[in-house]
């Protein structure tokens, strides 16, 4: 997930203030993933993590989530608009794969994400929801470079055919 993340800042960094601000978010949410599943550079543990733990790392997620959907996604997707329709309709395709990991990760987040939950909860769960977690930010980054590869791509286009 990081190389990835390196890929995309070396690709997209400095285009844009709200994307270059998402690319940090969504640093700081891998490296907080990473932590608590003891993922290197991390250790580990055989201890769950904490409630503070967990509902510092759903924070985050939920941060995340917002900044895509509520600043992010609008821009690329009339930007993309603009450029032609090739890009607009890449990008209609990405958008409503997206949204099917935004619903399965803020299920994750009404579970572990008040700090309600029991620790019965936790030991029976965590380790399964939290590898779906890790599979539903693999995807979502995915899709997320996409989009922002459609709107590149199809954007040198324009203004090559200019």
């Not at 936790?122 to 459609?150: P, T």
Request: include cysteine.
């Amino acid at each position: 997930m990081l190389t990835k993340l390196e890929q995309a800042q070396q690709a997209w960094g400095g285009t844009h203030n709200a994307i270059d601000h998402w690319l940090e978010e969504r640093q700081e949410l891998i490296v907080d993933y990473c932590k608590l599943e003891g993922l290197p550079p991390f250790q580990k543990t055989a201890a769950l993590p904490s409630k503070d733990e967990l509902q510092a790392f759903c924070q985050i997620l939920i941060d995340y989530l917002s900044t895509g959907h509520f600043e992010v996604y609008d821009q690329i997707v009339s930007q993309c608009a603009e450029n032609s329709a090739k890009s607009l309709s890449l990008a209609q395709k990405i958008q409503p794969k997206i949204v099917l990991t935004t619903e399965a990760l803020v299920e994750f987040n009404d579970k572990y994400g008040d700090g309600n939950q029991d620790d019965d909860t936790l030991i029976k769960s965590l380790d399964n929801d939290m590898s779906k977690v890790g599979e539903l930010l693999e995807q979502r980054f995915e899709l997320e470079d996409q989009l922002l590869y459609a709107l590149a791509t199809y954007h040198r286009e324009v203004v090559d055919a200019e």
